[in-house]
């Protein structure tokens, strides 16, 4: 991993084959845990499905196929703030593109955006109107991916928000709109105070905004309840990752970045069996080889431990393509703080919603900026 100015720099990803070899000799190595066969993952993530998704990761994954795929997309680096700041940058063809800057989450990578880049750049390909396409840039999380670890404290989700907004203007755009998941989501909506006069408008897949605790439960509509039964149990019986990550992330980072089934199994909480294993291992494999396995559990830490500012109601246009996942957040509670355009339900199960239901991802997404453009008359 090289350094980066603040220049712009081309970037290709090209791991060097020892490194290959040395993860598959330490997975050869596995010690494996021994659980029971009646074992569910009410104890946690069970050893047979890490030692059936291992197996393939040694003798069937392809890390070069993947390596690949993301070569095929124009990449860069350059350096903000003292970070290195990876980023896919994608133009579209169709001279009124929207810019548009997508932020993935933890454990994810830019491969979480890869399955819309083509119909968001090229609309005409997929039999979409081109009067509505999208320039993308993709960035890899601060301490995430090929981004590199970060070499300080402080990168919480508002110091990406500012290191995004100089990222757009480096790259010449005076307005653009910003859309994200899981902690993107939380980025996306910062950028609100880091770039409010050039932030065309934010979209989200989730936005957790809640009832007060003096609320009655049995006074609310059964779709609300069922959400904070959902999030109930995810705090009770799933929310183990959050805690030790928000308070004492190194102390199981030791682990995880010298043992690839281990880290396997920690990420397998979240992608979990639903999603395809290549999609799983390639996330997997770009946190273990480049060496941001701490640095992007630290996300969560400096989120528990640094403020976020309060700067009062946002007028940024923003739009919640809420699926069906544990973080469902209530639209009504969202009405103080946000100016909601857009706020669509979908009875789909899923968290990576860009990925698993790409053309229901990218409707929603362009139906959005479609009002947008349409209010503001916006261009580039």
Same mark, same amino acid.
């Given at each position: 991993?090289?350094?980066?100015?603040?220049?712009?720099?081309?970037?290709?990803?090209?791991?060097?084959?020892?490194?290959?070899?040395?993860?598959?000799?330490?997975?050869?190595? &596995?010690?494996?845990?021994?659980?029971?066969?009646?074992?569910?993952?009410?104890?946690?993530?069970?050893?047979?499905?890490?030692?059936?998704?291992?197996?393939?990761?040694?003798?069937?994954?392809?890390?070069?196929?993947?390596?690949?795929?993301?070569?095929?997309?124009?990449?860069?680096?350059?350096?903000?703030?003292?970070?290195?700041?990876?980023?896919?940058?994608?133009?579209?063809?169709?001279?009124?593109?929207?810019?548009?800057?997508?932020?993935?989450?933890?454990?994810?990578?830019?491969?979480?955006?890869?399955?819309?880049?083509?119909?968001?750049?090229?609309?005409?390909?997929?039999?979409?109107?081109?009067?509505?396409?999208?320039?993308?840039?993709?960035?890899?999380?601060?301490?995430?991916?090929?981004?590199?670890?970060?070499?300080?404290?402080?990168?919480?989700?508002?110091?990406?928000?500012?290191?995004?907004?100089?990222?757009?203007?480096?790259?010449?755009?005076?307005?653009?709109?910003?859309?994200?998941?899981?902690?993107?989501?939380?980025?996306?909506?910062?950028?609100?105070?880091?770039?409010?006069?050039?932030?065309?408008?934010?979209?989200?897949?989730?936005?957790?905004?809640?009832?007060?605790?003096?609320?009655?439960?049995?006074?609310?509509?059964?779709?609300?309840?069922?959400?904070?039964?959902?999030?109930?149990?995810?705090?009770?019986?799933?929310?183990?990752?959050?805690?030790?990550?928000?308070?004492?992330?190194?102390?199981?980072?030791?682990?995880?970045?010298?043992?690839?089934? =281990?880290?396997? =199994?920690?990420?397998?909480?979240?992608?979990?069996?639903?999603?395809?294993?290549?999609?799983?291992?390639?996330?997997?494999?770009?946190?273990?080889?480049?060496? &941001?396995?701490?640095?992007?559990?630290?996300?969560?830490?400096?989120?528990?431990?640094?403020?976020?500012?309060?700067?009062?109601?946002?007028?940024?246009?923003?739009?919640?393509?809420?699926?069906?996942?544990?973080?469902? =957040?209530?639209?009504?509670?969202?009405?103080?703080?946000?100016?909601?355009?857009?706020?669509?339900?979908?009875?789909?199960?899923?968290?990576?919603?860009?990925?698993?239901?790409?053309?229901?991802?990218?409707?929603?997404?362009?139906?959005?900026?479609?009002?947008?453009?349409?209010?503001?008359?916006?261009?580039?």
């Amino acid at each position: 991993m090289t350094g980066a100015s603040d220049e712009i720099q081309p970037f290709l990803i090209d791991i060097p084959q020892h490194d290959l070899d040395d993860l598959h000799e330490r997975l050869a190595r &596995t010690r494996w845990i021994s659980d029971m066969p009646e074992m569910a993952w009410d104890y946690g993530v069970p050893g047979s499905y890490v030692r059936e998704l291992a197996q393939y990761w040694q003798t069937g994954y392809d890390w070069r196929a993947a390596e690949a795929q993301l070569n095929a997309f124009p990449q860069f680096i350059t350096s903000i703030d003292g970070q290195r700041v990876h980023f896919l940058h994608i133009r579209s063809a169709e001279p009124d593109a929207i810019p548009l800057i997508l932020s993935h989450g933890w454990p994810g990578t830019v491969l979480e955006y890869t399955d819309v880049i083509a119909p968001l750049t090229d609309p005409r390909a997929a039999g979409s109107d081109p009067a509505l396409a999208f320039d993308l840039v993709i960035p890899s999380m601060p301490g995430f991916g090929f981004s590199g670890p970060t070499h300080e404290t402080g990168w919480d989700c508002q110091r990406i928000a500012r290191a995004w907004a100089v990222l757009m203007e480096r790259l010449g755009y005076q307005s653009y709109g910003a859309a994200g998941n899981d902690w993107g989501g939380v980025v996306t909506q910062l950028l609100s105070s880091a770039a409010p006069h050039r932030l065309l408008g934010m979209h989200v897949t989730q936005l957790l905004a809640f009832p007060g605790e003096t609320e009655d439960p049995a006074a609310m509509p059964a779709d609300e309840q069922a959400a904070l039964a959902d999030l109930s149990t995810w705090q009770e019986t799933k929310a183990c990752y959050y805690n030790l990550q928000s308070q004492q992330p190194h102390t199981l980072a030791h682990a995880l970045a010298d043992s690839p089934a =281990g880290l396997l =199994g920690w990420f397998s909480q979240i992608l979990g069996p639903e999603l395809d294993r290549d999609f799983v291992l390639t996330n997997v494999m770009i946190h273990w080889l480049t060496g &941001t396995v701490a640095s992007a559990m630290r996300l969560y830490y400096e989120a528990a431990h640094n403020e976020l500012a309060d700067d009062g109601p946002v007028d940024v246009p923003l739009a919640v393509a809420q699926f069906h996942e544990l973080f469902r =957040g209530f639209r009504r509670c969202a009405t103080e703080f946000r100016a909601i355009h857009s706020w669509n339900t979908y009875d789909l199960p899923g968290h990576y919603a860009a990925h698993q239901y790409p053309e229901v991802f990218v409707a929603d997404l362009r139906q959005f900026f479609a009002g947008v453009r349409a209010v503001s008359g916006s261009r580039r």
